[in-house]
């Protein structure tokens, strides 16, 4: 499951679309979302120093997991969505701070710090198994937000892509077009993975298999036809042998991960 969760929370670089378009000046909300993440973040290093996870567990730090999985004043759609593919973009790149900040809580502390990657890589495991568990409650919201949140971003940089002449369609964009194909590849199949891991909670897991089946058109459509097949395959199996709870969703993100239409994101290289 490490390996699994470790994808799941890849750094993104989400960032390599900045100056795609010029976008409106950001709203109260957005000012609003962006000192939530400080404040979060000060309160996790807080944490850290202590070393005591209890510090986190107050009325402030729920109050700002739940302004930082607002969907609805964050994530609503908007009448020009191609003027916010930059404030969308920034939005996802703070959620997905929030969440390794989360999975990566007290790194130095449980990572080894020998030159063995071996050692440092089960080390590395280990401790965001660890995190993941401990910080579920937080992350059922939390991680939901960023996948809807990447999603949402699709449709508006496919339609931007695909205005452009040749011409247009620099070296920069083209990298940054396969950094966010390849960044919600590990994104998706990660938190998708992860799902059958009967260590987690089933309400966590149930929040994780809804976000995905709901987001799964947007994520085949930018994604390699072998990668979809991949997850295709593995949500068909899990549907015939898995936890009924669940085989609604399973059959929704296989039916999804069967399309072979390929948008501009997709075609890429």
């Known amino acids: 499951m490490a390996i699994v969760i470790r994808r799941m929370i890849w750094m993104l670089p989400l960032m390599a679309w900045s100056g795609i378009v010029v976008s409106a000046p950001p709203a109260k909300a957005l000012a609003e979302y962006r000192e939530a993440a400080s404040r ?85 495991n280990a401790m965001m198994t660890r995190n993941i568990l401990m910080f579920q409650d937080e992350l059922k919201t939390l991680q939901p937000f960023l996948i809807r949140c990447l999603a949402k971003a699709v449709p508006g940089v496919n339609r931007f892509l695909t205005s452009l002449d040749p011409e247009q369609l620099t070296d920069v964009r083209r990298r940054g077009a396969v950094k966010m194909r390849e960044g919600s590849l590990m994104t998706y199949r990660g938190a998708f993975a992860a799902t059958n891991d009967t260590i987690l909670a089933e309400d966590y897991r149930r929040a994780m298999l809804s976000v995905l089946a709901e987001t799964a058109e947007a994520y085949a459509s930018i994604m390699p036809l072998p990668e979809r097949r991949k997850i295709a395959e593995t949500a068909g199996s899990a549907a015939l042998s898995g936890d009924d709870r669940y085989q609604a969703y399973l059959v929704s993100i296989e039916r999804a991960f069967r399309s072979e239409e390929c948008t501009t994101i997709c075609k890429i290289e």
């Open 40 to 124: 979060f973040s000060s309160l996790v290093v807080e944490a850290e120093a202590g070393k005591k996870v209890s510090q986190l567990r107050s009325p402030e730090f729920e109050k700002l997991v739940e302004v930082l999985s607002d969907e609805k004043m964050m994530l609503a759609s908007a009448a020009t969505p191609e003027d916010d593919i930059e404030v969308d973009l920034e939005i996802c790149g703070i959620a997905n701070r929030v969440v390794m900040s989360l999975a990566t809580f007290d790194l130095r502390e449980n990572v080894a710090k020998a030159e063995d990657q071996r050692e440092i890589l089960s080390d590395f």
